[in-house]
Nanobody, 124 residues
Framework: QVQLVESGGGLVQAGGSLRLSCAAS????????IGWFRQAPGKEREFVAVINRSGSSTYYADSVKGRFTISQDNAKNTVYLQMNSLKPEDTAVYYC?????????????????WGKGTLVTVSS
């Protein structure tokens, strides 16, 4: 059974930090690439970050590069998104996603499963 559960969202002031977690089922974590997307009010969902299955490579949207870090804990079947230097424009619902490859994740068109999302609000 595929299961993706996000947590860690909340309200933070600009310049602050949050860490999001995506807990996956054992099957999901072993078979899929896990990444993050976000959707701001009135905007389309956009790719944020992805990590390959071994954890050796990470990829980011230009808008978050240098501020966000994606990582994974294989023992906990969990992928994290550490968000630093947050800006009001980072306000969005953040979704965990599962895809068969990094390329499928980055394109956004090859997502097999989505989590329900967690809201991040950055106040100015």
């Amino acid at each position: 059974q595929v299961q993706l559960v996000e947590s860690g969202g909340g309200l933070v002031q600009a310049g602050g930090s949050l860490r999001l977690s995506c807990a996956a089922s054992v099957r999901t974590f072993s078979l899929y690439i896990i990444g993050w997307f976000r959707q701001a009010p009135g905007k389309e969902r956009e790719f944020v970050a992805v990590i390959n299955r071994s954890g050796s490579s990470t990829y980011y949207a230009d808008s978050v590069k240098g501020r966000f870090t994606i990582s994974q804990d294989n023992a906990k079947n969990t992928v994290y998104l550490q968000m630093n230097s947050l800006k009001p424009e980072d306000t969005a619902v953040y979704y965990c996603a599962a895809a068969p490859t990094v390329a499928a994740m980055q394109s956004g068109s090859g997502i097999d499963y989505w989590g329900k999302g967690t809201l991040v609000t950055v106040s100015s």
